[in-house]
């Protein structure tokens, strides 16, 4: 498995986690307003860590060709 492949499994992964969190706050599953904003957060947290890692990918394939 290459580097690159690890990273997409990687990022896959943490999309993953930002769905789950998604459906929770559309179920209604926050219990109050300060696990609301903690999740926001998090799935913010998880959205820079897919830019990150998108660009990482990208400076690869530059390296590559």
């Known amino acids: ?13 943490l999309q993953e986690q930002k769905t789950t969190i998604a459906n929770d706050m559309v179920s209604g599953r ?14 913010e947290g998880l959205q820079q860590a897919c830019d990150i890692i998108d660009e990482f990918i990208k400076k690869l394939d530059e390296e590559d060709e």
Not at 2 to 10: D, F, G, I, N, S
Not at 30 to 43: C, I, L, P
């Open 30 to 43: 926050m219990t109050d307003f300060n696990g609301y904003t903690r999740n926001v957060g998090v799935a």
């Open 1 to 13: 498995m290459t580097l690159t492949e690890v990273m997409r499994k990687a990022k896959q992964k």
